[in-house]
């Protein structure tokens, strides 16, 4: 699967592209993500820091850690990004900001010691 993948945050202040296949998708189970998502695990797509561009608006960023910066649509709070050090070659969109995000399923977790006792997934992983 090489095709286009769009995405944006809920206003549509915020629109991005990116071309080819994203080298990672992902659960994440640790907290910081939970506090800036709201959601009680996130999903991030990995794409490669030059397989896409904003072609609306901006991301804005949060520091939330040394070297890491959480991105988000100033105008509506969307969660969108979440990305290390600008030297990294990947950014790590949110599933929910992407339009297809059906096409993408996650194929492992991070940080699985920090997963919701209660959260139960059908994937047995
Ligand atoms: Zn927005
Ligand atoms: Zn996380």
Redesign the pocket.
Known sequence: MSEQIDGG??????RFVASGTPTDVAWCHCQSCRRHSGAPVSVFVAIRRDAFEVTKGEITKFNSSPGRWRGF?A??G?TLTCEGVSSSAEVHFHIGSIDNAEQFAPTRHIFPEERLPWLHLSDNS
């Open positions: 945050c809920l206003c549509g202040a915020v649509c105008r509506c969307s």
